[in-house]
C-alpha cells in the first residue's frame, strides 16, 4: 500500500508562553482510512509536556482519538496561563493525566484515564467541554486514598490572610473556579483525608 508520511517541527507563541511540537503524521492508502492520518506528537513548554499517539480525522469537525500523556509540575501556573485564577499556596501542584482521549466539536473525553494531582491517584473517566468562557468537566474518578489537607490549607490561608485584601467573602481562586467552570463530578475513595482526621470509605457528588 502507498503510504504518506510528513515530518512536523516548530515552535509558537502562545499567551506569551512558547510551545514546542514534534509529530509525524501518514496517512494509510486503505480504503475507508482517507479522512484518517496516523499521528504521534508532542508538545512542550516550560510548563507541561503532552504525548500523543492516535489518529487524527475529519468527521463533521476536527477529531483526534488515541493515548495520551499529559503531565504539568505545576498545575496552577498552568491556570493563570488559560486564564483563571488558581491559589497562591498549598495546592494545585504536580498533574499527571493518561489515558485515551477522543476531541473533537470542542469536547475532550478521556476514557480508560489516570488523573495523579498533588500526590492522589484516580482512575475512571472525564469529559471537558469548553462552550464560550465556561469550562464544563463531568465525569467519575475513583482514589484508593485522597488527601484534601494541602486544599483545605490553602483555602483557608486564602480566606484568612487575602479576603480583608481583595474584599471579599469568597478566596480569590474559588470565586475565579466558581465564576467560569460548571462539574458533574462523582469521586469516591477508599480513605479520605483532611487535617487531623483519616476516614473511611467515601463518595462524593460536585
Known amino acids: 500500500h502507498r503510504r504518506?508520511?510528513?515530518?512536523?517541527?516548530?515552535?509558537?507563541?502562545?499567551r506569551g508562553q512558547r510551545l514546542k511540537l514534534n509529530a509525524t503524521v501518514a496517512k494509510p492508502a486503505a480504503k475507508g482510512t482517507e479522512n484518517r492520518w496516523q499521528t504521534q506528537a508532542t508538545v512542550s513548554s516550560s510548563l507541561f509536556d503532552a504525548r500523543f499517539d492516535g489518529s487524527i480525522g475529519e468527521e463533521?469537525?476536527?477529531?483526534?482519538?488515541?493515548?495520551?500523556?499529559?503531565?504539568?509540575?505545576?498545575?496552577?501556573?498552568?491556570?493563570?496561563?488559560?486564564?483563571m485564577e488558581s491559589p497562591l499556596a498549598g495546592n494545585l501542584e504536580a498533574l499527571r493525566l493518561r489515558g485515551t482521549l477522543d476531541w473533537t466539536s470542542g469536547a475532550m473525553a478521556f476514557s480508560n484515564a489516570t488523573l495523579t494531582i498533588d500526590g492522589n491517584e484516580g482512575v475512571g473517566?472525564?469529559?471537558?467541554?469548553?462552550?464560550?468562557?465556561?469550562?464544563?468537566?463531568?465525569?467519575?474518578?475513583?482514589?484508593?486514598?485522597l488527601n484534601l489537607t494541602p486544599y483545605v490549607a490553602s483555602t483557608m490561608i486564602e480566606r484568612t490572610?487575602?479576603?480583608?485584601?481583595?474584599?471579599?467573602?469568597?478566596?480569590?481562586?474559588?470565586?475565579?473556579?466558581?465564576?467560569?467552570?460548571d462539574a458533574d463530578l462523582r469521586i469516591s475513595s477508599d480513605a479520605l483525608v483532611i487535617p487531623g482526621i483519616e476516614t473511611g470509605q467515601g463518595a462524593v457528588a460536585i
Open 60 to 83: 463533521k469537525g476536527l477529531r483526534l482519538t488515541g493515548a495520551v500523556d499529559l503531565s504539568a509540575p505545576r498545575l496552577r501556573e498552568v491556570a493563570r496561563w488559560v486564564g
Open 161 to 181: 490572610l487575602l479576603a480583608p485584601i481583595f474584599g471579599a467573602t469568597r478566596p480569590p481562586f474559588m470565586a475565579s473556579l466558581l465564576d467560569n467552570l
Open 125 to 145: 473517566a472525564v469529559t471537558v467541554t469548553r462552550v464560550a468562557k465556561r469550562t464544563a468537566v463531568e465525569g467519575t474518578l475513583a482514589f484508593k486514598r
Open 4 to 14: 504518506t508520511t510528513a515530518t512536523i517541527t516548530g515552535q509558537a507563541t502562545f
